[in-house]
């Protein structure tokens, strides 16, 4: 007996094996989920079916985010393939790699307005058009980061875009809490994935996480797809418009103890 028996999932922003969508969809299909997924076209093909086909998911529709047609017409497909939709996944995030490096202060116009486009507005787009779909009991998932929080060197402008994304979940929370769809924001620590190496300076933050976080280990892709199961899940029931860490403790530190370090 899985904890999603008889759930069906939408998951966004697989690009490999490596992706925190990946981990997610794992955790869903060992607990019984029905798992589809939507990336951007050009790794459909070569990257996620190949996975799909891995935990027997045949739903996998290409979508650029920052087209409302293409969100569209992934819902509708979805709608006439599949039916219901129980648990939403957005994994996904873009800012120029021009502008995580650097200081904040030099953030371009465009640069500021792509990163929260596709990082923020795309959950809003994907709420309002999975909303027919979805019912009462069903869950909404995203992916913020400590950057919301705090400063982290290069981070920048999507630090401001989590920002964005966790108070953009709170609004959706009340929106669509009336008719029983919760919604809720997993922050985890850093995890080596494409997304990840495109920050400046990730390598470093990577590596003194474990001296800082009290569990003392690096987080996995498994460790956020069993608190994404929890949130998807009949157990999370009351819980919504939460940003639930899943950072080892990293983010209640005030001043790391010097005594950690190697
Ligand atoms: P990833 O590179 O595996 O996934 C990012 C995904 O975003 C990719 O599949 C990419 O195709 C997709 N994407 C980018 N632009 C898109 C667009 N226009 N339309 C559709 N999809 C688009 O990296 P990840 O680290 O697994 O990232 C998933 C989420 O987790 C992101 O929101 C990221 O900010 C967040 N996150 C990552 C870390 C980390 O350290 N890796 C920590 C906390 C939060």
Redesign the pocket.
């Known amino acids: 007996m899985g904890l999603l028996d008889g759930k069906n999932a939408l998951i966004?922003?697989?690009?490999?094996d490596?992706?925190?969508?990946?981990?997610i969809a794992k955790a869903f299909h060992e607990q019984g989920a029905r798992v589809g997924f939507?990336?951007?076209e050009?790794?459909i093909e070569r990257r996620?079916r190949p996975l799909a086909e891995q935990i027997g998911s045949t739903f996998v529709v290409p979508?650029?985010?920052?087209?409302d047609g293409?969100v569209r017409a992934v819902f509708d497909r979805w709608g006439a393939d599949v039916g219901r939709l129980d648990i939403l996944v957005?994994?996904?995030?873009?800012a120029d790699r021009a502008d995580l490096d650097g200081l904040f202060v030099d953030t371009s116009r465009g640069g500021f307005a792509i990163a929260l486009?596709?990082?923020v507005y795309?959950l809003v787009a994907l709420a309002r058009e999975a909303r027919p779909h979805l019912a009462p009991g069903s869950s909404i998932l995203?992916?913020?980061?400590?950057g919301a929080e705090k400063v982290v060197a290069h981070y920048n402008v999507?630090g401001v875009?989590?920002a964005a994304?966790e108070a953009s979940v709170r609004y959706l929370a009340a929106d669509l809490g009336p008719e029983g769809v919760r919604v809720n924001a997993?922050?985890?620590?850093?995890?080596?994935?494409?997304?990840?190496?495109?920050?400046a300076g990730?390598k470093q933050?990577?590596g003194t996480f474990r001296d800082v976080a009290p569990l003392r280990s690096n987080?996995t892709?498994e460790a956020?797809g069993g608190t994404a199961v929890w949130l998807a899940s009949d157990l999370s029931g009351q819980v919504t418009g939460e940003t639930v860490h899943v950072d080892g403790g990293f983010s209640i530190m005030g001043v790391p103890n010097p005594d950690a370090a190697g």
């Not at 979508?63 to 087209?67: K, P």
């Open positions: 966004f922003g697989v690009a490999n490596h992706s925190i969508a990946w981990g939507s990336s951007i050009s790794l996620v979508c650029d985010v920052r087209d293409q957005h994994a996904l995030a873009f486009d596709v990082s795309s995203t992916l913020s980061y400590y999507m875009a989590k994304l997993i922050s985890a620590g850093p995890i080596r994935t494409v997304a990840a190496h495109g920050i990730f933050m990577y987080i892709i956020v």
